[in-house]
């Protein structure tokens, strides 16, 4: 079966549309893109269409790729700080010359829907955050809405990134599965994934993840386009496709925090 | 070739014992003991007798297992903030009862070379802390003083405690290694291990690795006397025993922390 991101992207609006609505005050997602990545832009007005559609104030705040880290960690503190923002996301990744999580420590744990600062994923790597990051939250919805127990299951994770495979993973084992994290230096990554009942990839490599290394009816949550949709599609009992797939869920997932924060308040 | 880990834990400890002639002031490490666990006594015991080898104070401090989180966490804090405490460690498992992480918490970043508050936790997970905890350091002195590289090496972690599984899995995968967390609910453990290159075991269930599980040459790291030892020692290229293993590495590792945190003040 082919996961509809996009549908089950569409019920969890709803429903935060109506706790948008019961909310006494307006809110409002502030979102910093620095440099001019297309892909980095185009998510980012995916996200703004997606907020102002259930109700949430949207403001993109640009810096040009040759900022500093200092300077740029000034504005997110200035952002971060302003009430009128209640969230702060920064769309990643930043320009290779910025100490990203020194810039992402900017932002205060209850402003942090991305769980990216030092302390939220703290928290989270000790179970204690409110929410989970927008990722695994992907996960965790597409798994349940199929009741898909994840104790005892073989996963493999493709990646060990800060937004998709460290959280993921460590999510999973947290939850009593067997996890088995593939990079690229792994010789044989189909050694593990061959026998992996769920497959989860966040690596950004097309076509990493090809038929010939699944097994007939895994689950395959693919985050960054790897996988071989189209020749994999007929052997896995639940896939994300490449468009509308796990996309629009993590997109929701960053507003569902964002209104969880706010109640945790 | 068997780890002599009385042997290495000597050489680090005689470095350990020039660099606190060399400091100025006098340190003491606190320990928490809460119950009377013979084990948890007598792990404080050895400790201890480290610690004052290298001319390290220590002071134990004792609290009934009846005591309620919210007296205990108020005790820490006291302890924590006496400045004649360098450092302070707290012996696990804590009484059920007790909220285990929020007892943690009450240790300062500065003040926790068992790397277990959330603060700290969180620093380690995002690649800032200073100090690796203990297991992780231990794992790393190993592999480091047998000229080991984690880079493209299979290794199975079982368990994912906070102590052994959790740190370490995520320190491997971090240095490039495929990592594969097992646990109890893992159908067939040896599935993993018998292809692992490096074996880390922190569980706590005698023999739960068996000879017939490991392929002949790998490294097996057993901080909680899963192995058979008997039966493995010939099959595995380097291993801990289960006596004067890794324990006193992961001892002398607690107070190589405790300095480098006093030199980072």
Known sequence: M?????????????EIAEEVKKSAKSLKLAAVLVGDDADSRRFLELKQKVAERVGVGFKLYEFPAEITTQKLRKEIVGIAKAG???GVIIELPLPKHINTQYILNAIPEEKDPDVLSQKSQGAFFV???AILPPAVEAVKIILGKNNIDIKGKNCSVFGYGILVGKPVSHWLAQEGATVSIINEFTPNPERYALTADIIVSGVGKPNLIKDDMIKAGAVVIDFAKDVDFENITHKASLITPPTGGVGPIVTVS???N?????KND
Chains 1, 2 share one sequence.
């Open 258 to 262: 964002l209104l969880k924060l706010l």
């Open 254 to 256: 960053v507003l569902k």
């Open 84 to 86: 009128v923002n209640d």
């Open 2 to 14: 082919i996961i509809d991101g996009k549908k089950i992207a569409e019920e969890i609006l709803a």
């Open 127 to 129: 179970g204690k955050s």
